[in-house]
């Protein structure tokens, strides 16, 4: 009897070790904080998805041998939306339902961005934008979705700057019929006036020659005095040279860095030559202690240096990562309230999320310069800074 | 004036180019009556093959689009004698819609395919008049673009010839009239229609390999390609190479006319709506016939 006494005391005391050690194992393995990357990995912008996957990879590490967030590994699901809309959906929803993603981030197109958006504004994800410039992809009936990084507002406020500056009074835009072209063209057109006017020509974003949309332009009483491309499709690479076929003789301006490719200087030869286009960039000056972290890690693993998207993709990262450690929470509801008062260094200065009326504006955290460049010469890389504009 | 003579330029050159496009098509459609609905991407294989002919081996670019040309002709043989085979040689019972699916999932996967080889980018080779040439005094255009529009008219003139005066051609018409027909008189129906195939492939990929220097190669071209064919044969009529012909300039000119003289922000939906006109009116289209006769 006290020999079964003894061996039911024992086996109790050792039950409850057992069950002690794996609270403690418990409490020190959280749940992860997933973060689902959906971006365009096998479409024409692929190169730009699989960099945007590399860089969060490389942030995961970098963030787990920190020891994690708020005792959590921080972790990635990474999916590739094919340029598809209701792929992006799917896609989505089976990330949430099936690996607990609480946030999304990534480089899409402001049109499967949108799409995406609207299909899962009921579950509060919060969905942090770096690459997306489309206006209508914030903004209160969308109130998880934030932004780090220039918009279509923003950039034909500040072109619209730049143009009438420049004393161009006659401005034709060819919009790519998509959300980001569209949402462009119409932002341009609405701060014309009688002195700055602006017409739009839009075209399927399938198109493949703008011909025939170029002829009435080029048989304009005075031809304009700028053209303005903007778009993602092939017509844009080829869109130089169709516009010189057409006769018109306008200075040729790129909303983004497509003259930086070479397929666009294979497209359009001696066409090419002159093309201003804008970007953003961050200057040394501006970078902070962690955004210098950023430029080195980031350049010891990819042998380049970060450009303008890889910075804001860093902060979107790093928001999620503030955003957990304020709430100790991933439920997405909660983190996504917290991202609206969040306030933290990013790579080059204050981040937060202001909630703003202007298009576009709506809960997004600007950031950089933007630069007008130009092509002085047929094939180069990079065009020369012709203005910094305020 | 000028204006009217810039856009009448441009749509006939646009045009002879979506003819050898719709031409292609439309040879299949006659002489099988079926859709082959991987002819865009036999125009891909065309604009490819051109690249990496010109880029890989250094052959000067005519070669390339030549060498081009024979790889289209080849893929398209394929296309019949292996895909399409059981069409031939068991009896489906429903050939349209086998002929359908085969060509449909061989598109997409082509497609896939490209993507996985070759990358999503877009390349382009010079071609073989580099500059914008004036005509007429008034009015502007791309050589590359003259230069394919001649391309274009000298292989559908050189088809014509075929159908026309050749033994294969003869053979065509046989098959146009009733392929039961053709078989009972000892025709090698299989044979002939392997040859349609690579006539058309041919037609395809000498599209791609002429337009590369306008329009880029990359691997969503052939969808447009598809697109723009198919409403060339509903215009110009199912299976009529004249049809073809004509199908093509009226694609061309209703969307450079409709570009100018209605408003530019609809280009495309033009030629849809002188399709919608044509089924509306003329269902058999401009040169097709009730009874489906067709080269």
């Given at each position: 009897m006290k020999k079964a006494a003894v061996f039911s005391t024992g086996t109790a005391m050792m039950l409850v070790s057992a069950l002690m050690a794996a609270q403690g194992a418990m409490a020190q393995e959280k749940e992860p904080v997933v973060v689902g990357v959906i971006s365009n990995l096998s479409g024409p912008e692929s190169k730009l998805g699989t960099e945007a996957v590399g860089l969060a990879e490389l942030y995961v590490e970098h963030i787990n041998a920190k020891g994690g967030v708020d005792g959590r590994k921080f972790e990635l699901v990474v999916g590739d939306n094919e340029n598809n809309p209701d792929k992006f959906i799917s896609l989505g929803k089976r990330f949430m339902q099936q690996r607990n993603v609480m946030g999304f981030t990534g480089t899409a197109g402001s049109g499967e961005m949108l799409a995406f958006e609207k299909a899962v504004k009921n579950t509060s994800v919060p969905i942090c934008l770096s690459y997306t410039m489309g206006n209508k992809n914030v903004g209160p009936d969308l109130p998880s979705v934030f932004r780090i990084g220039p918009y279509n507002g923003q950039v034909a406020k500040l072109m619209a700057n730049y143009l009438q500056k420049k004393e161009w009074k006659n401005v034709v835009v060819l919009a790519e019929r998509s959300a980001f072209g569209t949402d462009f063209a119409d932002a341009l057109q609405a701060l014309g006036n009688d002195d700055f006017k602006v017409d739009v020509v839009s075209y399927d974003p399938q198109a493949v020659d703008l011909s025939p949309m170029l002829v009435p332009v080029a048989r304009q009483e005075v031809q304009p005095d700028a053209v303005v491309v903007v778009g993602y499709g092939p017509a844009i690479y080829t869109s130089a040279a169709r516009i010189r076929e057409a006769g018109i003789k306008s200075q040729i301006i790129g909303t983004w860095e497509f003259p930086e490719m070479p397929e666009f200087w294979s497209a359009a030869g001696d066409a090419g030559v002159g093309i201003m286009y804008s970007t953003f960039g961050i200057s040394e000056a501006t970078l902070t202690a962690g955004g210098k972290e950023f430029r080195k890690l980031f350049t010891d693993k990819f042998g380049?240096?970060?450009?303008?998207?890889?910075?804001?993709?860093?902060?979107c990262l790093t928001a999620f990562t503030k955003a957990v450690e304020k709430t100790g929470s991933i439920d997405r509801e909660t983190v996504s309230k917290a991202f609206g008062d969040l306030t933290f260094e990013g790579t080059s200065g204050e981040i937060s999320f202001k909630q703003d009326p202007a298009p576009g504006a709506w809960n997004s955290s600007k950031a950089g310069t933007m630069f007008m460049l130009q092509m002085g010469k047929s094939g180069l890389p990079k065009g020369e800074i012709v203005e910094e504009i305020r | 004036m000028e204006t009217l003579l810039q856009a009448l330029s441009l749509g006939i050159a646009i045009g002879g180019t979506y003819a050898l496009m719709g031409v292609g098509l439309n040879l299949i459609f006659g002489v099988m009556r079926i859709a082959n609905f991987a002819h865009g991407a036999l125009y891909m294989i065309g604009g490819y093959a051109a690249f990496y002919?010109?880029?890989?081996?250094?052959?000067?670019?005519?070669?390339?689009?030549?060498?081009?040309?024979?790889?289209?002709?080849?893929?398209?043989?394929?296309?019949n004698a292996v895909f399409l085979r059981q069409l031939y040689k068991t009896r489906v019972e429903r050939p349209i819609d086998f002929a359908f699916i085969v060509t449909f999932a061989l598109s997409m996967f082509l497609g896939s395919a490209a993507i996985a080889t070759v990358g999503s980018g877009y390349k382009r080779v010079p071609g073989l008049w580099n500059e914008n040439v004036h005509l007429f005094s008034s009015v502007q255009m791309s050589g590359n673009r003259i230069v394919a529009f001649v391309g274009a008219l000298a292989l559908i003139g050189l088809l014509l010839w075929v159908v026309k005066r050749t033994d294969i051609g003869r053979g065509w018409r046989a098959l146009t009239q009733s392929l039961t027909g053709a078989e009972v008189v000892g025709l090698d129906v299989f044979?002939?229609?392997?040859?349609?195939?690579?006539?058309?492939?041919?037609?395809?990929?000498?599209?791609?390999?002429?337009?590369?220097?306008?329009?880029?190669?990359?691997?969503?071209?052939?969808?447009?390609?598809?697109?723009?064919?198919?409403?060339?044969?509903?215009i110009g009529g199912l299976g009529s190479i004249g049809g073809g012909l004509v199908g093509g300039f009226a694609l061309a000119l209703a969307?450079?006319?409709?570009?100018?003289?209605?408003?530019?922000?609809?280009?495309?939906?033009?030629?849809?709506?002188?399709?919608?006109?044509?089924?509306?009116?003329?269902?058999?289209g401009l040169f097709g016939s009730r009874m489906d006769r067709a080269v």
């Open positions: 380049r240096e970060p450009v303008f998207y890889d910075y804001n993709e860093w902060d | 002919a010109f880029t890989g081996t250094g052959l000067p670019i005519a070669v390339a689009m030549l060498l081009a040309i024979a790889v289209g002709g080849a893929s398209g043989y394929l296309v044979r002939l229609a392997n040859l349609a195939f690579a006539t058309s492939g041919m037609l395809a990929a000498a599209a791609g390999s002429l337009l590369v220097p306008i329009y880029l190669a990359y691997p969503g071209m052939g969808s447009w390609v598809l697109s723009k064919s198919l409403i060339i044969v509903v969307e450079v006319f409709g570009a100018v003289y209605i408003d530019p922000n609809f280009t495309e939906v033009y030629g849809f709506a002188a399709m919608l006109l044509i089924l509306l009116r003329r269902p058999q």
